[in-house]
């Protein structure tokens, strides 16, 4: 199962249509709705959760798009400053899809951002703050939810 975040951005002529509902009718998408800030003749903001096959994300996305939504994958918002890591794991523990993980026998603490679904919980557990979300999409996600 693929299971990624996304941050969806809404034009004025768009935030009116039932574009989420059709992911789940005409591309098996299941989401959940991690944030909302969408009013009508309005530009919107929605953070989604997506799950489904890989192929059906991609074409619910590609929808989304063809209908004039903005995607961007939440996930590139995560990083890891190799500097500050001192590989000490405790950060694989809270990883709910494996893009932190042990690699043996060596013991590196190894970041897949690929697999990462920017759930963020390996942020406030990382003792050295090695897990970082990155500024420029903090300040848009913070601009966008008091505008």
């Known amino acids: 199962m693929y299971n990624r975040i996304y941050i969806l951005r ?18 098996d998408v299941e989401f ?5 800030d969408i009013l009508p003749q309005r530009d919107g903001l929605m953070i ?9 994300v991609g ?22 400053d190799d500097e ?7 950060c694989t523990g809270v990883c709910p899809v494996g893009a932190l993980s042990l690699h043996r026998p060596d013991m590196e603490v190894v970041f897949d951002p690929d697999k990462c ?23 848009a996600l913070a601009e966008e939810a008091t505008s």
């Open 32 to 36: 959940n709705i991690l944030k909302a």
């Open 117 to 139: 679904t920017g759930c963020s919980l390996c942020v406030p557990i990382c003792p050295v703050r090695a897990m970082e979300i990155s500024l420029g999409q903090e300040d």
């Open 10 to 27: 809404f034009s004025k002529h768009t935030s009116n249509e039932p574009m989420i509902y059709q992911l789940v009718k005409l591309y």
């Open 48 to 56: 989604l959760g997506l799950k489904g096959s890989k192929a059906n």
């Open 59 to 80: 074409k619910g996305l590609a929808y989304l798009e063809e209908q004039g939504v903005k995607v961007e994958r939440l996930a590139a918002s995560i990083r890891r």
């Open 84 to 90: 500050k890591c001192f590989q000490c794991g405790v």
